[in-house]
């Protein structure tokens, strides 16, 4: 079952970088500038604390209401329930995550076809979470467009 999540979370990825470049392509929208690495932090922490927030309230579309209308095209209420409905059925605390410093696996970026991406994880225990963000500039903000979030057992350091 977890395999299952996990392939359509990549198939997500996937699709909504797609969408994110025929979007970006259409509209002709210029170039936005790279946040720095505490923006970009910023922006995380605020993606993960939605995210806690709506799998504490059992509901995902407090979350799915915070994306880029190119990912609600591509992913329906249900679809985005059933790739993350773990986190529900688990009742996963997430909020301790959004109290640390999130570390990043590269610095954050813009592709060719200005989706943002941000990935790395929160250095948390017993579990770390990892997080692969793809985000458009829309509305002037930074909306999801891409989602991956991971819970792996941290390795520990003795």
């Given at each position: 079952m977890h395999t299952k999540n996990t392939i359509f979370i990549l198939l997500a990825l996937l699709i909504g970088a797609a969408a994110g470049y025929l979007a970006a392509t259409t509209l002709n929208v210029p170039p936005k500038p790279v946040p720095t690495p505490s923006a970009a932090a910023q922006i995380v922490k605020s993606t993960t604390l939605a995210f806690?927030?709506?799998?504490?309230a059992g509901d995902l579309s407090l979350f799915r209401s915070r994306t880029s209308a190119e990912f609600k095209k591509q992913f329906s209420h249900e679809q985005f329930n059933q790739a993350f409905k773990g986190f529900i059925t688990q009742k996963t605390n997430l909020y301790p995550a959004v109290k640390t410093k999130p570390?990043?696996?590269?610095?954050?970026?813009?592709?060719?076809?200005?989706?943002?991406?941000?990935?790395?994880?929160?250095?948390?225990?017993?579990?770390?979470?990892?997080?692969?963000?793809?985000?458009?500039?829309?509305?002037?903000k930074w909306k999801i467009t891409q989602i991956s979030l991971t819970l792996k057992p941290a390795v520990s350091s003795q």
């Amino acid at each position: 079952m977890h395999t299952k999540n996990t392939i359509f979370i990549l198939l997500a990825l996937l699709i909504g970088a797609a969408a994110g470049y025929l979007a970006a392509t259409t509209l002709n929208v210029p170039p936005k500038p790279v946040p720095t690495p505490s923006a970009a932090a910023q922006i995380v922490k605020s993606t993960t604390l939605a995210f806690a927030d709506a799998v504490k309230a059992g509901d995902l579309s407090l979350f799915r209401s915070r994306t880029s209308a190119e990912f609600k095209k591509q992913f329906s209420h249900e679809q985005f329930n059933q790739a993350f409905k773990g986190f529900i059925t688990q009742k996963t605390n997430l909020y301790p995550a959004v109290k640390t410093k999130p570390i990043f696996y590269a610095p954050p970026s813009i592709t060719a076809d200005g989706t943002l991406l941000l990935r790395g994880h929160f250095p948390t225990r017993p579990s770390m979470v990892l997080f692969d963000y793809g985000y458009v500039w829309r509305d002037e903000k930074w909306k999801i467009t891409q989602i991956s979030l991971t819970l792996k057992p941290a390795v520990s350091s003795q």
